[in-house]
């Protein structure tokens, strides 16, 4: 691919304002020498305003995604795009959000332009579980765990019943469950079924993949070795 379709396609700028930072010497290698559009190099070796191009098609994100931002392009508030740098927008393919996070869910948000990438992680036939931290309303009753995991329970308005999920009880108003489906504010019609309410709830992994220490509000590239602990690798 030509220097200046391969960082337009990153988000950097049209093919034409690529081209301008040709001319402006704004491309460089490692050593600071100016590259020309026509020049062969290799992704690693090239610098934009002397900084490593972003990483090419494959890109995997991690975020811990804060209170109050949408998993949206277009929201009149505030979305969680705007966390990342403005040329993510920009990508091509698109970088896109694995599932969603509703704006009063926190926790671990993952972004991928790898299609393929991002069908295997939510497809339920991958089995890859997703642990929600919920802070209740109410006490647990009792029976929520056997019931979670029957594979027999019914939501409001849906035709087939879940998939069996796994409770475990914390606190009698705080419990962590894992799921494996993606469905519409699940775990929030889940307890709301039993009686409950969910007043906060927080998504801490993603298969085998954890927030560690990342703040709230960042983020962070995922390496192949990130990936493949989704997976269980």
């Known amino acids: 691919m030509k220097l200046v379709k391969l960082i337009a396609n990153?988000?950097?700028?049209?093919?034409k304002d690529v081209a301008l930072m040709f001319r402006e010497g704004r491309i460089t290698d490692p050593d600071g020498e100016v590259l020309y559009a026509d020049d062969k190099v290799p992704h690693e070796h090239i610098r934009v305003d002397d900084e490593p191009l972003d990483p090419p098609t494959g890109?995997?994100?991690m975020m811990n995604k804060p209170l109050g931002a949408t998993c949206s392009r277009k929201d009149p508030g505030r979305v969680v795009y705007d966390l990342l740098p403005q040329r993510y927008r920009m990508r091509d393919p698109a970088l896109s959000t694995v599932g969603r996070l509703d704006r009063d869910t926190s926790g671990l948000l993952l972004f991928t332009d790898d299609?393929?990438?991002l069908h295997k992680i939510?497809?339920?036939?991958?089995?890859v579980a997703k642990v929600y931290e919920a802070?209740?309303?109410h006490d647990l009753r009792g029976d929520e765990a056997a019931l979670f995991a029957s594979g027999d329970m019914m939501l409001e308005s849906e035709k087939e019943p879940l998939a069996p999920a796994q409770l475990e009880v914390i606190e009698p108003r705080r419990a962590r469950l894992a799921i494996t489906e993606g469905r519409y504010h699940q775990v929030r019609r889940m307890f709301a079924a039993v009686g409950n309410h969910v007043e906060a709830l927080h998504r801490v992994s993603v298969g085998g993949l954890t927030l560690g220490d990342l703040p709230a509000g960042e983020w962070r590239a995922l390496s192949v070795d990130d990936v493949?602990?989704?997976?269980g690798a």
Do not use: C, E, H, N
């Open 10 to 15: 990153l988000g950097y700028g049209s093919r």
């Open 59 to 61: 890109l995997a994100l």
């Open 115 to 117: 299609g393929a990438l």
């Open 122 to 127: 939510i497809s339920p036939r991958a089995q």
């Open 135 to 137: 802070v209740l309303a």
């Open 228 to 231: 493949a602990r989704i997976f």
